[in-house]
């Protein structure tokens, strides 16, 4: 029974550390950036205001991505980010981008 138990304990814990998300970035492609967005991009957080470029580092690519029409010649966008866990999807995330900007974060 013990061993059975570890066996599904190892399992889990190799299919969370298969999850995790390797570093996106170089400090060499983020060094340009403000220091607070550095710092944000390093602790996988993103804020309104990021660029595309930005979120990508902080969050890497998105699972879906609408483009939607233009406003103004200005580029409208939504990314869709879905957070999985051992027994699926637990939430998601929808990011909507206009003229290249993080503009709102539901």
């Given at each position: 029974m013990k061993k059975m138990l570890f066996a599904i304990l190892v399992l889990l814990l190799s299919a969370q550390l298969a999850c995790t998300?390797?570093?996106?970035y170089t400090e060499e492609e983020i060094r340009n950036y403000p220091q607070n967005i550095q710092d944000h991009?390093?602790?996988g957080e993103i804020n309104l205001g990021m660029s595309k470029e930005q979120v990508r580092y902080a969050w890497g690519s998105?699972?879906?991505i609408k483009f939607l029409d233009s406003f103004e010649e200005k580029t409208?966008?939504?990314w869709i980010y879905t957070q999985m866990g051992t027994l699926g999807v637990i939430g998601t995330k929808l990011l909507f981008f206009y003229d290249g900007k993080l503009l709102y974060i539901k």
């Open positions: 998300q390797a570093v996106r991009i390093r602790k998105p699972d879906t409208r966008e939504e």
